[in-house]
């Protein structure tokens, strides 16, 4: 059995029909759900993609990793679902376009093909874990992030291109590796911002044309959001949807088209979702909104079958559900409170600074629990903080 992820990244559950009866424009994914186990509680472990991911990949909880704001890189000696796949015979690959997964933050030699637009990075990786012996030199390194992400982001502004390399890429991996026993990691990052949705889906979707050109970095990092431009997102951010969703569509194209689709595991999941206004609010680096933290999550087994799952789960879970699936059985040794999801917003200021209008949420690392109904959130002071590290290994 294959097994393939294909990470949605920063997909809100509202706007899939699968979640959402009222949207018209994710087909692919609805098809897909139907033949799938759709959970309607499951949770990121952070409302971010480092440690989002991170946490999938490990099967461990952000203080556990260590792979958050306060750290912005993967250790060396974390081992990753394709290590553990690898070990066991599987062919592995890792193809995506998203700046917090490029070799400079850790992402390289743990699979065995490799697509980034980010592969110089890794040049700098030595000097950048130098940049974490001080609070000084942190302070440089966190003015470096904000300032690469930017740059990086603008290099992928061209999503329709972006898209097109990673699916041409997946194409290429699955024709030489379809005839043997395969896993694939796949990042779309369509619904991400900065949105730049193609013509014709934001001609489906009345993208208004003044606000087309909105740049919401400064909106993500901090910025007054006004009524007008939460519509405009909102229309571009549908638009993105809808690209996504096709792009998704041929993805699944391409696995049936190289036979592998009916006897694959097929993992699809968001990361972390996106506010629109909510809170008066834009991006998803200030809160633990259910709209960032609850996160659509389908997984098809080969025989087809599917149903609604309602019991909360965590995005850390699915690296052991893998893995038992795969009869590579592991225990999940790390949960924390049955029934419930747990995660952490480890560091809730935007790279060392706080940002205007949002002070409700920068007052120390919030703790969430999260059940089918309610998230419960506790700001953690020193001195809980000196609990959670001594139980948990430590986040910082």
Not at 62 to 68: C, I, S, V, Y
Not at 230 to 236: D, K, P, T
Not at 265 to 290: A, P, W
Not at 315 to 343: F, S, T
Request: proline letters at 5%; one cysteine or more; aromatic letters at 12%.
């Amino acid at each position: 059995m294959n097994v393939i992820v294909v990470v949605l990244d920063t997909l809100r559950t509202d706007r899939i029909s699968a979640y959402n009866s009222s949207v018209d424009f994710t087909p692919n994914l609805h098809e897909f759900s139907e033949a799938a186990d759709t959970y309607t509680s499951a949770f990121s472990q952070s409302p971010w993609s480092l440690p989002s991911q991170t946490s999938f990949l490990s099967g461990m909880y952000p203080w556990q990793h260590r792979a958050t704001q306060l750290k912005p890189f993967l250790g060396e000696e974390l081992r990753l679902l394709p290590s553990k796949l690898k070990e066991n015979g599987f062919r592995t690959s890792f193809i995506h376009n998203n700046t917090w997964l490029n070799p400079l933050l850790g992402f390289t030699g743990r699979f065995d093909m490799e697509h980034t637009p980010f592969r110089k990075t890794s040049y700098f990786k030595g000097f950048w874990r130098k940049l974490q012996k001080t609070r000084f030199t942190k302070k440089i390194r966190d003015k470096l992030t904000l300032s690469l992400s930017k740059h990086l982001l603008g290099r992928s502004i061209k999503k329709e291109t972006s898209v097109s390399r990673e699916i041409g890429k997946a194409d290429r991996f699955l024709f030489k590796n379809r005839d043997r026993q395969f896993f694939m990691y796949l990042n779309l990052v369509g619904s991400h911002y900065p949105y730049n949705p193609p013509e014709k889906y934001r001609e489906r979707h009345s993208v208004d044309k003044e606000l087309f050109e909105l740049d919401s970095m400064p909106l993500e990092y901090g910025g007054e959001i006004s009524d007008r431009e939460v519509e405009a997102l909102n229309h571009m951010y549908n638009a993105e949807v809808d690209f996504l969703d096709d792009s998704f569509g041929k993805v699944l194209g391409l696995l049936k088209k190289h036979g592998v689709y009916q006897d694959s595991l097929i993992v699809v999941f968001s990361d972390h979702g996106e506010l629109i206004g909510e809170e008066g609010k834009f991006g998803h680096h200030f809160s633990t909104n259910r709209n960032l933290i609850n996160v659509p999550l389908m997984i098809r087994t080969p025989d087809g079958s599917g149903e609604k799952v309602k019991e909360p789960v965590e995005l850390r879970e699915i690296h052991y559900q893998v893995l038992n699936r795969c009869g590579l059985n592991q225990e999940d040794p790390y949960k924390m409170i049955e029934g419930c999801a747990c995660g952490i917003y480890e560091k809730p200021t935007i790279y060392g600074r706080r940002a205007n209008g949002h002070e409700s949420d920068l007052s120390g690392p919030v703790f969430y629990v999260a059940g089918e109904e309610d998230i419960e959130r506790h700001k953690l002071g020193l001195d809980e903080v000196s609990v959670i590290q001594e139980q948990f290994n430590s986040f910082s």
